[in-house]
Nanobody
Framework: QVQLVESGGGLVQAGGSLRLSCVYS????????MGWYRQVPGNQRAFVAS????????NYADSVKGRSIISRDNAKNTVYLQMNSLKPEDSAVYYC????????????WGQGTQVTVSS
């Protein structure tokens, strides 16, 4: 079992930056994919960025590529999402996720943190 707790959301003006944090507890396997998703009311949860636990290989949605950096601090059991040059369309609830790639392939989610970007 993995528990995830996000923080760092808030209200920011367009062009500003935020750093989201996700503290995790439990066992993380080297093959786990740790990531961030976001969701606005009425829409499905959308992929933002991910990092593979064992290789630190990263992946980004086109909408945030070049503006965001996902990283992991093993000593602090924390995954970060640094978001720069924020736009109003980045406003959403951001969720931390751990996707296990070995059977039975569970998905773990945090409770979410709200990001609001004003124009």
């Amino acid at each position: 079992q993995v528990q995830l707790v996000e923080s760092g959301g808030g209200l920011v003006q367009a062009g500003g930056s935020l750093r989201l944090s996700c503290v995790y507890s439990g066992i993380i396997l080297s093959s786990d994919v740790m990531g961030w998703y976001r969701q606005v009311p009425g829409n499905q949860r959308a992929f933002v960025a991910s990092i593979t636990a064992g290789s630190d290989r990263t992946n980004y949605a086109d909408s945030v590529k070049g503006r965001s950096i996902i990283s992991r601090d093993n000593a602090k059991n924390t995954v970060y999402l640094q978001m720069n040059s924020l736009k109003p369309e980045d406003s959403a609830v951001y969720y931390c996720n751990v996707r296990r790639t070995v059977f039975p392939m569970p998905n773990y989610w945090g409770q979410g943190t709200q990001v609001t970007v004003s124009s």
